[in-house]
Structure formats: C-alpha cells, structure tokens
C-alpha cells in the first residue's frame, strides 16, 4: 500500500479526535498500523501536524516554547 502524506495525516487527525491519546501517541499508533518505521515517518508529517505536535509538546513540557505568545 502507498500511503501519501495526505492520507497519513488524515488517518492521524481521524485517529486523534476519535481517540484519548496524545497526538504523537497517535503517529506512533499510525506508524504500527501501517509498518511504517518511526524515524523514517517525518516526510509524511505535514506543518499542521508538525505545529499541533509542537503546541501539545509545549502542554506537556517535553520542550519550551520560543516565546511567551500562543502560537
């Protein structure tokens, strides 16, 4: 199967809303499903995942923020 970084990121925004995990949970999740291995995973990752990933990473304090403002 081919998955396109269009269909990846729809599968992980679907699996989020529908779920209780975090999102990088979820692209963990997505990865297993369908054999992806995680660190090859970031070409399939688009900037709106990528920001929403940052903003929850920020939430959890696994990074600080650049800034004071919300992005």
Do not use: G, W
């Not at 903003?55 to 304090?61: Q, R």
């Amino acid at each position: 199967m081919i998955l396109t970084k269009k269909d990846f990121c729809l599968h992980v925004e679907e699996e989020y809303s529908n779920n209780q995990m975090t999102m990088i949970d979820t692209v963990l999740a997505s990865c297993e499903k369908y054999n992806i291995d995680p660190e090859l995973v970031e070409p399939l990752i688009n900037r709106s995942l990528k920001e929403k990933m940052e903003v929850e990473f920020i939430d959890l304090n696994y990074i600080k923020s650049e800034s004071n403002t919300i992005i």
